[in-house]
């Protein structure tokens, strides 16, 4: 897991690889590609291969993604309600 202080707020970001993201969540890496496409899990910053997540968005993000699921919503729409479109 890799910290990032931002200079502006000071606040203490902890960013989470799509590896990570798969042990902790149990999620594929497939589906956090197709959620990174469909721009549901918004990357922060790209090193070589390693793409890397806002770990407290990430955790939100898919409680909210799992939560529209069960209600029936699909991920075209899930993606309206998060993004606001």
Do not use: W
Not at 16 to 25: D, L
Not at 32 to 52: A, Q
């Amino acid at each position: 897991m890799i910290r990032i202080i931002t200079k502006k707020s000071g606040v203490d970001n902890k960013l989470i690889s799509a590896k990570q993201i798969m042990a902790k969540y149990g999620i594929t890496y497939q589906t956090i590609n197709h959620y990174t496409d469909l721009g549901l899990l918004p990357l922060v910053e790209k090193k070589g291969n390693v793409r890397f997540y806002n770990e407290k968005q990430v955790c939100k993000r898919l409680s909210k993604i799992k939560h529209l699921a069960q209600e029936g919503y699909s991920l075209r729409l899930i993606r309206k309600k998060l993004l606001g479109i």
